[in-house]
């Protein structure tokens, strides 16, 4: 049974840092490149960041260019998300997802695991 499990999310005060945590288990994750993706009320779910299945490629959306970094640990089957200098328009509903053999699937059905979400708001 594979799973992502997210972890992390939590009300954070404008300007803070936090980071968000995503294990998975049932997979050789190590195949996979791993995406966050982020869902605000109202809007469509977006592109946070990405990282290759070795870690050596990364994208980010430009919205967080600079504040976010993500990384992975294939040993421990585990991505991460650190986020700084947060600002109100990050609140937001958090996902991982896994794609294995494409970089960055343009299409949601091109993911073969998600994450079951956690929420992130950042308040004044």
């Known amino acids: 049974q594979v799973q992502l499990r997210q972890s992390g999310g939590r009300l954070v005060q404008t300007g803070g840092s936090l980071g968000l945590s995503c294990a998975a288990s049932?997979?050789?994750?190590?195949?996979?490149?791993m995406v966050w993706f982020r869902q605000a009320p109202g809007k469509e779910r977006e592109f946070v960041a990405a990282?290759?299945?070795?870690?050596?490629?990364?994208s980010y959306a430009d919205s967080v260019k600079g504040r976010f970094t993500v990384s992975r640990d294939n040993a421990k089957s585990t991505v991460a998300l650190q986020m700084s200098s947060l600002k109100s328009e990050d609140t937001a509903e958090y996902y991982c997802?896994?794609?294995?053999?494409?970089?960055?699937?343009?299409?949601?059905?091109?993911?073969?695991?998600w994450g079951q979400g956690t929420q992130v708001t950042v308040s004044s």
């Open positions: 997802a896994a794609a294995n053999g494409a970089w960055i699937p343009t299409s949601i059905s091109g993911y073969d695991y």
């Open positions: 990282i290759s299945a070795t870690g050596g490629r990364t």
């Open positions: 049932g997979v050789i994750f190590s195949r996979y490149t």
